[in-house]
């Protein structure tokens, strides 16, 4: 009866055990899957701010390049206005080649010789006709004059540019012809040249 009572014990005693051990695992294997998807959960939320801060950065360097071009258009339409070299304080604007002053005072520019159809190079100042450097940090703004033409006379403007022939009896009143400048333009950081846009330009003088 002892020897049945003892086996009887041991029996219950790793069953005890056994159940011990497998409540163990269960428990493990619980806490591996809420840590597996709470690791996937956190990695997923570090993903989404990253990327959000990445497009964020993106949007704004995109944004700063897009308004130096702005500056630069600006620039540019002076210098249209001038129709020549113009100095503006603390504006750096390059002139390579004389370019750009060539094809101020040029009737025709797609069949004198200027590359129009290059796309602009940085590293190579026949491919554009001007630079202005704007900004602290400096942003580089390149721009050529692919187009230019003259547009059809309009009758009954003021401030007459240009005045031929018979003068209406309005002494404002006259002939004026307004020329068609199309440019295209590149502005980029200087120390960073990854920040950077393009965009084209038809500016009416």
């Not at 159940?19 to 806490?31: D, P």
């Not at 308004?67 to 603390?90: C, F, H, M, Y």
């Not at 004389?98 to 005072?105: D, H, T």
């Not at 547009?151 to 012809?177: C, F, L, Q, S, W």
Request: without cysteine.
């Amino acid at each position: 009866m002892k020897k049945d009572e003892e086996r009887k014990e041991v029996t219950s005693d790793r069953a005890r055990q056994h159940r011990r051990a497998s409540e163990r695992g269960i428990a493990l294997i619980l806490v591996l899957v809420l840590s597996a998807i709470g690791l996937i959960v956190m990695t997923t939320v570090l993903y989404v701010i990253t990327m959000g801060t990445q497009i964020s950065g993106s949007e704004k360097r995109y944004r700063t390049a897009h308004e130096a071009a702005l500056g630069g258009i600006d620039v540019i339409r002076k210098i249209i206005q001038d129709q020549t070299n113009s100095l503006i304080p603390q504006v750096t604007i390059a002139y390579p080649n004389g370019s750009f002053v060539a094809k101020l005072g040029a009737a025709d520019i797609t069949g004198s010789g200027f590359k129009t159809a290059v796309s602009i190079d940085p590293l190579d100042d026949t491919t554009y006709d001007i630079s202005v450097d704007l900004g602290n940090p400096v942003y580089r703004v390149y721009a050529k004059m692919v187009q230019k033409q003259q547009g059809n006379t309009n009758k009954g403007y003021k401030n007459v540019r240009i005045k031929t022939g018979v003068v209406p009896a309005d002494p404002g009143m006259g002939e004026i012809h307004f020329t068609y400048y199309t440019m295209t333009i590149l502005a980029q950081k200087a120390s960073n040249p990854n920040e950077r846009v393009r965009m084209d330009l038809v500016h009416i003088f």
